[in-house]
């Protein structure tokens, strides 16, 4: 059975059980169909207690063979629930841009699946879209007030808010709108960004409150005037029409997965070209709520991880208890060079030269004052002598790595990393931040690409010298950086695989994200809207009469 | 109280209670939230009994003094149900674009709203956004055929899909897409239309189940090869993905009037550039399940009552019962010549002037066979002599003119009206349509403005003449016309109020609209993505730290 025939086959609870179960009264949800639920905001404390556990997942960068860092962690949720400890996850919602593109479906995989798959993947509750409409419904009063008699004096060539789509469309990246003479608007350069690289879905995931979401609403600069100075949402006087359009999609979302394990699904902002971590309500809402939360952040731990640690953590006012780096045998042999048709073929040689990769996310998280469980995302052709090489190149740096078979056995098959996770939960840790916020914009960027990305240094385009300049006269400095970069490698080259050194990282742009409180970074030729491929995922799919998918995922 | 406060103030049921006394099991329908919820298709019958009766309410032209065809409609609903009759409602879902904009929210008003207000007017169940991430995969898969290979040899200079936003946002009309270089697109002329004016918004109002619905997708033209040939969605291999994205919104949603007369509401097409009803299903829906179903058209009957009579009616499946004409005193007045400011003097000279847009708009629904009912929809300050006054002179053409208190005191207040209307169901109707399909275009245009509008003619812009022919060939003549035209006057100017005659209509745009199933007329200087205010409404909006919302209304 493919993922979508073992979801379409399971049987779910109502989601009335599974919120019952968390605790929750009728009173403290709605119900979105049978299976979906929101949360209301007044179930999720401030701070949790300290006892309850918070285990981040992340993984080794990802390749074309497959890591399942998603399977891997309903998985681990699915085993601690086993153990009899109360877990809930807390991860992202899926764009539907890839799905209809190239990726298909994200909700994990086999027996390791949140629910209802098809549901999570095509509309949700809604979230994505709300965000979709309230920053275009912003970008519409923009050009309107331009239009109109602009008392701000807002320069039409310096609006840096970008319209937003939950569609992979490259002829929507750089447009010209407002054509057709004075009735239709004031022509200008223009564009889309993809919906989960939006400001607004960072604000969304980083707001801790309505009042909190408002201001940050307010906060978000739009552009310059043409005496160059910043102008906000609340300049403007928009900022609670925006609100108002968000303020459902603020309240974190339930689901479950194939073994009842509640899910809190929220936020889905990219790790590649956004912060890649769910919301703040919904890992607070899973941290109130359980006793051991399990969450994710997007791609390896260059990207994610690294956002998690330097730009969540701060909001969510904890870090994690324990980590885990998620790794196959198959894209830790890609990395060391074997081929993509072969790595069913055992190839210790090619393992041990892609291990570096690995090495390199482990030493990572040591920085931040972890040591974390290295859990092996097992696949059939695995043979024993290549888990083995994993685990012992990991035990001679005290590292624990174990093998979780989550996709083929659910939560059973990930006991044994429930264990070492309840474990390393137990030793204690000295957070160290990477880098201080109120260090200069140049000297983080340099000490990510450095201390995290293993590279030698960051080369500034012309442009982003400019922005900088712009940023510290504006006295944006003080804020974190959100570096967007290729998953595919530790540089800004999506070929240069395995553990690269000794590289620069070219940044492209600086862009001001007042609202969700960082300055993005732009590398190499990363796009903020993706395309789609020769043959998109969409032209294989089926619906029959009855309403029955075929070829979503 | 504002019509935001008393909804705020309003008891909902529970919809559970509100399915339950329709007759509805649980396993019928999804709640989304506790006061709404989506129908399952099985409960639709194809053919309700004909002992069902079907209510359509239309109006005069639309002013700026307000006709409140909603309000009564709401109002008539409930009356019926305090009858003891058992009554649904059926209307369209609001488009957010105008509650941003000028218009405000759209539910109703006083005493005769649906509920919740709130909800219904800010996302609902989806539906709207469903359409728009349809619309935008479609436009990015079109973009990406011809990026790709372009076997089929689509022309982008001739591809007449749109994308489509639920924004008012005048700068997306005419664009210029694929800026950049090679990786970035083919640069061509694209825009944006509403999505309430969108083909795929008609298609999902017009279809009869998940096939029907997959059939038109498929049927609908998106552009043309070099070679001039039509190009459809299904000959690019899309249509199921289109249809995917659109299976849930397929399903009419469920929701309450402040009485708790049950409210089938679903699909939003405008009706000055659209067809203007609400799902054919939702239509069905509220046959099937009430022994009265009453439902809107929108704007005067020579929009939506036009496109409800020729375009929707033949894909229902039967016809209107009897028909309700909506009236003012203070718009008949307007439409006589008083000025807004006055309207709340009395003026029988205004008045009597202004009647003759009354009596076109009951001429217009006698030619189908109707003997309407009007409803004067009472404002406080109408005069005895006013209301006496539209009474006496319906009554010289043996018309049944009520007056409706809905605002000030919902069902109670429209008793009269659901008597009058009773009373009218019971007359034998003989329906004949307005033209019949077979007819020419040409002459099914000039049928509708000679007709209904009153005007003398047509006139076809050098564009529409080369449309028109094209139409021809690909044998698509024998569709029905959907008319896109101001809404503020008979005629394609908005200025001339009254009666206006010996006008010209001038066609300037024939839009096939095949998976619809209709072709559609641009007249005048109508626009399919309308621009925001001045002062849009988004400007006097308000949120609270709780969420409450002020001045959405």
Avoid at 2 to 11: G, P, R, S, T
Avoid at 22 to 46: C, H, M, R, S, T
Avoid at 261 to 289: E, R
Avoid at 520 to 533: D, Q
Wanted: charged share 20%.
């Amino acid at each position: 059975m493919n993922d979508l025939e073992i979801a379409q086959k399971a049987m779910m609870w109502p989601i009335t059980k599974v919120a019952a179960n968390l605790g929750l009264n009728p009173d403290d949800f709605e119900q979105y169909g049978k299976y979906k639920a929101k949360l209301n905001l007044d179930v999720i404390a401030d701070k949790a207690p300290t006892k309850h556990k918070l285990i981040l997942v992340t993984s080794i960068n990802p390749t074309p063979a497959g890591e399942g860092k998603s399977t891997v962690m309903v998985g681990l949720g699915d085993a601690l629930n086993l153990r009899g400890l109360k877990t809930v996850i807390a991860i992202r919602e899926p764009s539907m841009g890839p799905v209809m593109g190239m990726k298909g479906g994200a909700a994990g995989g086999g027996y390791s699946q949140v629910m209802p798959m098809e549901e999570i993947n095509l509309h949700f509750t809604g979230d994505i879209h709300a965000l979709t409409s309230a920053n275009n419904t912003l970008a519409a009063l923009i050009d309107n007030y331009i239009q109109r008699d602009n008392q701000i004096g807002l320069d039409p060539r310096q609006i840096i808010w970008k319209r937003a789509i939950d569609v992979n469309d490259r002829s929507l990246r750089n447009i010209i709108t407002g054509l057709g003479g004075r009735i239709n608007g004031i022509p200008r350069e223009a564009g889309f960004d993809i919906t989960a690289a939006s400001e607004l879905m960072a604000v969304l995931c980083l707001a801790t409150s309505i009042s909190d979401l408002k201001q940050r609403v307010g906060r978000i600069i739009v552009g310059y005037t043409t005496e160059q100075e910043p102008v906000s949402v609340a300049d403007l006087g928009f900022a609670d029409a925006i609100t108002i359009l968000l303020k459902e999609a603020l309240k974190p979302n339930l689901a479950q997965t194939l073994a009842h394990t509640p899910a809190i699904i929220h936020g889905g902002p990219f790790a590649n070209i956004a912060h890649g971590c769910n919301s703040v309500l919904a890992t607070k809402a899973a941290l109130t709520l359980g006793d051991y939360t399990v969450t994710e952040a997007g791609f390896g731990s260059d990207l994610g991880a690294e956002k998690f640690l330097d730009i969540k953590t701060p909001v969510l006012g904890r870090t994690p208890d324990a980590i885990v780096v998620v790794a196959t045998v198959r894209a830790l042999k890609y990395n060391g060079g074997q081929k993509l048709g072969e790595l069913t073929n055992e190839d210790l040689e090619a393992l041990r030269k892609g291990m570096p990769n690995l090495l390199r996310h482990i030493a990572n998280m040591q920085q931040y004052g972890y040591q974390p469980v290295v859990a092996i995302n097992r696949f059939t052709s695995d043979t024993q002598a290549e888990l083995e090489l994993i685990k012992q190149e990991c035990a001679q740096i005290n590292v624990t790595a174990v093998v979780a078979n989550s996709w083929a056995k659910g939560g059973a098959g990930t006991l044994d990393l429930a264990d070492a996770v309840v474990s390393a939960t137990a030793n204690p840790v000295s957070f160290q931040p990477l880098y201080d916020h109120n260090d200069p914009i140049e000297s983080k960027l340099q000490t990510v690409v450095t201390k995290t990305y293993g590279g030698s240094g960051i080369v500034l385009s012309a442009q982003a010298k400019r922005q900088l300049r712009r940023i510290s006269d504006n006295g944006w400095a003080n804020l974190p950086v959100c570096i967007a970069k290729t998953q595919y490698s530790f540089s800004d080259d999506p070929q240069q695989l395995g553990a690269p050194a000794g590289f620069e990282v070219t940044v492209r742009e600086l862009i001001p994200k007042i609202g969700a409180g960082f300055i993005v970074a732009l590398t190499g030729s990363i796009y903020t809207m993706p395309g789609l491929p020769a043959t998109p995922a969409a032209v294989n799919m089926h619906i029959d009469a009855e309403g029955k998918v075929e070829g979503l995922f």
